[in-house]
């Protein structure tokens, strides 16, 4: 369960690597326009908050790359901490952005939250 927890989690800070990329560095793109069916001016015109969006998820995908070194106790609660961070960010971008938030952030953090509290009592 701990290496389930961990290959979770791990994923989740692939994902937000990703989301990082594509906001900082990949938004005012054709292929940035493309991910988001937006018409690339209106993607250059919002280029300075997605890139302050994208700094956000490096945040989370910091933080959970930090979840993996380090005492056992403290690991759990840094990894319970930020991937409960990411569930109620990809809630609250779902309800006020676009509902696919929910699938692409708050649903593989829910699994990895999951996972990472069963493997603490299994």
């Known amino acids: 369960m701990a290496t389930a927890s961990q290959v979770l989690t791990a994923l989740v800070v692939l994902l937000h690597v990703y989301f990082l990329v594509l906001e900082m560095f990949l938004w005012a793109t054709p292929f940035g326009a493309k991910t988001f069916r937006r018409p690339l001016a209106e993607m250059e015109a919002q ?3 997605a890139a302050n969006q994208g700094l956000y998820n490096g945040f ?3 933080g959970l790359v930090w979840s993996f ?3 056992a106790a ?3 609660q840094v990894r319970v901490f930020f ?3 990411v569930v ?3 809630i609250y971008g779902a309800a006020t952005a676009s509902r ?3 699938f692409a952030q708050a649903i593989p953090g829910a699994a990895a939250l999951a996972v990472t ?3 603490r009592y299994a």
């Open 47 to 49: 280029k300075v908050l």
């Open 60 to 62: 989370l995908a910091a």
């Open 69 to 71: 070194v380090g005492d």
């Open 74 to 76: 403290v690991v759990y």
């Open 83 to 85: 991937l409960a961070c």
């Open 88 to 90: 109620v960010a990809g």
């Open 100 to 102: 696919t938030i929910l």
């Open 117 to 119: 509290l069963a493997a």
